[in-house]
Structures are given as structure tokens and as C-alpha cells.
């Protein structure tokens, strides 16, 4: 999926002492159809956390759990590679934003 970050990336601590990123991704879903926000997890990189901010496009692809909480549907993905495709951010070291993928290991993250 391509989207924008809705707010700065955050770091977070699994139960397992493992660090993550934890990032909430807009996806358009095309005209007059609005916007669905996709919670986002994803291994904890230091070098791209300068970039992961507010309004960043980024791709992502991974895999899904959808549950029902309250009434809504939660989408959540464990990403297993992540792009940047653009920078918003002029203050971000050296001005424009690294392409690449970010591996994953294949245990399971949502234990995290």
C-alpha cells in the first residue's frame, strides 16, 4: 500500500525488550471515497526516524490483521519492506529522503 504518515513516526518497546516503529499511514482510496488509516509496525531503524514524519509518502508491504474494536474496523500490518517515495521535510539531514527496503525477520511481530 502507498500513503502518507498522519503524524511523526514513534518509538515503541515489544514485551519482548525489542524496539519498533510504530507509524499510522493514510491510504486514499480514490475519489469521494475517503481516507483509511492503517496502523503501521515495522523493525525500529534510527537512520530513517528523521525522516518518517507528518505528510512523508511512504509504500509499505506486509502482513495484515484486521479486527473489529468498538464498532470499527482496525487495520493494523507488520511491515516487512517500507519505501520512502518523496520528502516533505527541508530540514531532514542532507535534504532528500533514502530509497530502499528495510528487512524483516519472519517471527512473528505482533507478539512484540
Known sequence: MIGNLGKDAETVTGSNGRELTKLTLGVDQGKNKGTVWVDILMP???NLMPYLCKGQQLLVQGRCDV??????????????QTQLLGSRR???PGNSAPTGA????????FKA
Open 44 to 46: 525500529h531503524n534510527p
Open 67 to 80: 479486527n473489529m474494536a468498538r464498532g470499527y474496523l482496525n487495520v493494523s500490518v507488520f511491515a516487512d
Open 90 to 92: 527541508d530540514d531532514a
Open 102 to 109: 528495510t528487512p524483516v525477520d519472519e517471527q512473528d511481530p
